[in-house]
Antibody, heavy 119, light 110 residues
Framework: EVQLVESGGDMVRPGGSLRLSCAAS????????VSWVRQAPGKGLEWVGR??????????DYAAPVKGRFTISRDDSKNTLYLQMNSLKIEDSAVYFC??????????WGQGTLVTVSS | DIVLTQSPGTLSLSPGDRATLSCRAS???????LAWYQQKPGQAPRLLIY???SRAAGIPDRFSGSGSGTDFTLTISRLEPEDFAVYYC???????????FGQGTKLEIK
C-alpha cells in the first residue's frame, strides 16, 4: 500500500523558514516524480512544485508564487521528500500535501501538514 | 496561463440522483492531461478520473468522465451518501504552472 506521511508543519512568523518532510513507503520512491500541493484554509488546491526522479535529472519546477523562496529536494536513501520554505508570507499559510505524480496527474496523496504564518 | 472554471459552484442533490459537474478550460487542452479528484473535509484529495475518462484503481463505475477540447464533465450516475464532497478538475500544462486546478464544485445533500 502506497503511503505518504508529511511532517514538519508549524506556526512561524512572516519572514521565517520551515522545512517539511514527506516519508514515502509502499512503492519505489526513487522511481517516482513527486510534488507538493497546498490548500489554504477553506480554499482550493494549488500546485507548489515538483521534483523528477534522479534518472530523469532530478530537476525541480516551481509555481510562480514560491519560486526563489521554496526548494524541493529528495533523499532516495531515506525515501523522503523535502520542502524548504524561506521568506514565508502570510499567504503561504496552508495545508501542504505531498503527492506522487503519475503521468499528468497525482495518483496518491499524503494527509497533509499545516503551516501557519502569522505575527 | 490556462484557467479551469468549474460549474456549478455548489450542487444540491439527493442520494440516488444523477450529478453532472462541469470543467471548462480557457483554451483547448489535451484530454490526456485532464483529471478529476474528490476531497472530503479534513482528508486528502483522491484521484477519480485521469485522461478525461479513465477511472482510477478502485473507483466505482458510477463515476465517469467525458469531454474534449475545452469542455469536460464528471458524471456520478446514482449518488451514494459517501459521494457528497468537493470535486476538483486538474490539468497538466507544459509551461508553468505545470499543474492547474479548477476552483472546485461542492456537492451537497439536498
Amino acid at each position: 500500500e502506497v503511503q505518504l506521511v508529511e511532517s514538519g508543519g508549524d506556526m512561524v512568523r512572516p519572514g521565517g523558514s520551515l522545512r517539511l518532510s514527506c516519508a514515502a513507503s509502499g512503492f519505489t520512491f526513487s522511481n517516482a516524480w513527486v510534488s507538493w500541493v497546498r490548500q489554504a484554509p477553506g480554499k482550493g488546491l494549488e500546485w507548489v512544485g515538483r521534483v523528477k526522479r534522479e534518472t530523469d535529472g532530478g530537476t525541480t519546477d516551481y509555481a510562480a508564487p514560491v519560486k526563489g523562496r521554496f526548494t524541493i529536494s529528495r533523499d532516495d536513501s531515506k525515501n523522503t521528500l523535502y520542502l524548504q520554505m524561506n521568506s514565508l508570507k502570510i499567504e503561504d499559510s496552508a495545508v501542504y500535501f505531498c503527492a506522487k505524480n503519475k503521468l499528468y496527474h497525482f495518483d496518491n496523496w499524503g494527509q497533509g501538514t499545516l503551516v501557519t504564518v502569522s505575527s | 496561463d490556462i484557467v479551469l472554471t468549474q460549474s456549478p459552484g455548489t450542487l444540491s442533490l439527493s442520494p440516488g440522483d444523477r450529478a453532472t459537474l462541469s470543467c471548462r478550460a480557457s483554451q483547448t487542452i489535451n484530454s490526456n492531461y485532464l483529471a478529476w479528484y474528490q476531497q472530503k473535509p479534513g482528508q486528502a484529495p483522491r484521484l477519480l478520473i485521469y485522461g478525461a475518462s479513465s477511472r482510477a484503481a478502485g473507483i466505482p463505475d458510477r463515476f465517469s468522465g467525458s469531454g474534449s477540447g475545452t469542455d469536460f464533465t464528471l458524471t456520478i450516475s446514482r449518488l451514494e451518501p459517501e459521494d457528497f464532497a468537493v470535486y476538483y478538475c486538474q490539468q497538466f500544462d507544459t509551461s508553468s504552472p505545470l499543474y492547474i486546478f479548477g476552483q472546485g464544485t461542492k456537492l451537497e445533500i439536498k
